[in-house]
């Protein structure tokens, strides 16, 4: 279930960043950051905001440093377990 909309001085109805759209919409930012080698300021740029405005208004981009200094790098250890764990079964099935 989404979580309720929160509000800021200019009146707009934002999306709670704990909401599965936001969510939704911060994971597909950050893969596009990772798999088009983007740097992170990539979000500070007007035509992604520009676009993101568009696709979903209700939506706050996160900082860039937000998303170097967590969400990219929670992916990451995310990958890097999923990574060890199929890695320690090979080897567990090999032997």
């Known amino acids: 279930m989404e979580q309720p909309l929160h509000s800021n001085n200019r009146n707009i109805q934002y999306l709670s960043k704990n909401s599965r759209r936001a969510k939704k919409l911060t994971a597909a930012i950050a893969r596009m950051i990772i798999l088009d080698l983007q740097p992170y300021s ?5 035509g992604l905001q520009s676009l ?6 209700r939506y706050e981009i996160p900082s860039h ?30 032997n």
């Open 42 to 46: 990539k979000v500070d740029n007007i």
């Open 52 to 57: 993101l405005k568009i696709a979903e208004p």
């Open 65 to 94: 440093a937000t998303f170097s200094r967590s969400i990219i790098l929670y992916m990451n250890n995310a990958l890097r377990k999923d990574i060890q764990s199929k890695v320690n079964t090979d080897i567990k099935e090999d």
